[in-house]
């Protein structure tokens, strides 16, 4: 069908919609209107990651769209998935032409956008757990738009080890010389590694692992705009980067049915934070932290406390 043809059979767009498609879309497709439909996409809980290729991740994401509403779920966008796209964006209140999205280049390195907000939160793809087989970026952390570029590589490096099996004092002998990033890794093994991937570009945060103890004198006190370490001497440590938490003992957000198997990305960690109760001579209670944490950050300018 030519692209004349297909703009014949689109019924009128839903209100919200701002832009009418000129062709259908499949895999191996190209320019701005799959950057929109990318967009479209995530702004209706479809996370994908705006690239302007329609890759696997895109069709997958088109693939559970379409099974949502009971369209054959093929990966081909037609005027039958752009007119119930359309549909979908009006019920939630969205505007086609108006989302922010993510960014990623298809093939597993992330990319950052230009444009900077003063903090842009990552995400973590869930949809692409749900298929069989899992998607590639199944419980991986995809980077806002705006993201700075070295928050975006230490990202792409976490997701290198995301699943990963935990192992205690792994991560610590490579120097990162040689590395076997296939192999298992600590919490201050995967912290370092993570960080180390802006390292290799500009040598602003580490040159060779640190313990949960090194942690304590890294960077400086207190809270970081994107990136923030948490520490305790002798016993753990894990990272909190752009609204996400890498963190070998947190909870599992990509698969709650499983137990805790080395994946490192959640969207809370509240099991690190745990408080008990002590009671005072004075007879009143108060609640005091389980852990004392030593919160540190790098001391680079693009992570300046907000």
Same mark, same amino acid.
């Given at each position: 069908?030519?692209?004349? $043809?297909?703009?014949?059979?689109?019924?009128?767009?839903?209100?919200?919609?701002?832009?009418?498609?000129?062709?259908?879309?499949?895999?191996?497709?190209?320019?701005?209107?799959? +950057?929109?439909?990318? +967009?479209?996409?995530?702004?209706?809980?479809?996370?994908?990651?705006?690239?302007?290729?329609?890759?696997?991740?895109?069709?997958?994401?088109?693939? *559970?769209?379409?099974?949502?509403?009971?369209?054959?779920?093929?990966?081909?966008?037609?005027?039958?998935?752009?007119?119930?796209?359309? @549909?979908?964006?009006?019920?939630?209140?969205?505007?086609?032409?108006?989302?922010?999205? =993510?960014?990623?280049?298809?093939?597993?390195?992330?990319?950052?956008? @230009?444009?900077?907000?003063?903090?842009?939160? $990552?995400? &973590? /793809?869930?949809?692409? !757990?749900?298929? #069989?087989?899992?998607?590639?970026? !199944?419980?991986?952390? &995809?980077?806002?738009? =705006?993201?700075?570029?070295?928050?975006?590589?230490?990202?792409?490096?976490?997701?290198?080890?995301?699943?990963? $099996?935990?192992?205690?004092?792994?991560?610590?002998?490579?120097?990162?010389?040689?590395?076997?990033?296939?192999?298992?890794? /600590?919490?201050?093994?995967?912290? +370092?590694?993570?960080?180390?991937?802006?390292?290799?570009?500009?040598? /602003?945060?580490?040159?060779?692992?640190?313990?949960?103890?090194?942690?304590?004198?890294? =960077?400086?006190?207190?809270? =970081?705009?994107?990136?923030?370490?948490?520490?305790?001497?002798?016993?753990?440590?894990?990272?909190?980067?752009?609204?996400?938490?890498? /963190?070998?003992?947190?909870?599992?957000?990509?698969?709650?049915?499983?137990? %805790?198997?080395?994946?490192?990305?959640?969207?809370?960690? #509240?099991?690190?934070?745990?408080?008990?109760?002590?009671?005072?001579?004075?007879?009143?209670? #108060? %609640?005091?932290?389980?852990?004392?944490? %030593? &919160?540190?950050?790098?001391?680079?300018?693009?992570?300046?406390? *907000?």
């Amino acid at each position: 069908m030519t692209a004349c $043809a297909l703009m014949g059979v689109f019924a009128a767009p839903a209100a919200a919609a701002q832009w009418l498609p000129s062709r259908a879309l499949t895999s191996g497709a190209q320019g701005s209107d799959v +950057s929109q439909l990318q +967009s479209d996409l995530t702004d209706i809980g479809f996370l994908t990651p705006i690239t302007g290729t329609f890759g696997s991740v895109t069709k997958t994401e088109v693939e *559970a769209f379409q099974k949502k509403v009971g369209l054959k779920a093929n990966g081909y966008v037609g005027a039958p998935t752009f007119d119930m796209l359309f @549909a979908e964006l009006a019920s939630h209140g969205v505007a086609t032409g108006t989302g922010t999205g =993510g960014s990623n280049d298809g093939g597993g390195g992330l990319t950052a956008s @230009a444009s900077a907000p003063s903090v842009a939160k $990552a995400w &973590i /793809d869930m949809h692409a !757990c749900t298929t #069989k087989p899992q998607g590639p970026l !199944c419980g991986l952390a &995809i980077p806002a738009a =705006g993201t700075p570029a070295p928050v975006v590589e230490i990202i792409e490096a976490g997701n290198l080890i995301a699943h990963n $099996a935990y192992a205690y004092g792994g991560g610590h002998h490579y120097n990162f010389v040689g590395e076997n990033y296939t192999q298992g890794m /600590d919490c201050s093994g995967s912290v +370092s590694w993570a960080l180390h991937a802006d390292a290799i570009s500009s040598g /602003d945060l580490i040159s060779s692992p640190d313990d949960s103890s090194g942690f304590t004198s890294f =960077g400086d006190k207190g809270v =970081g705009q994107w990136i923030t370490i948490y520490t305790l001497p002798g016993y753990h440590a894990f990272m909190h980067i752009a609204g996400l938490w890498f /963190d070998t003992a947190g909870p599992n957000d990509w698969d709650a049915t499983k137990a %805790k198997t080395g994946d490192r990305w959640s969207t809370t960690d #509240k099991m690190e934070f745990t408080t008990h109760t002590v009671k005072a001579k004075n007879g009143k209670t #108060k %609640k005091v932290p389980d852990f004392n944490w %030593k &919160i540190r950050h790098p001391n680079v300018s693009w992570n300046d406390p *907000a």
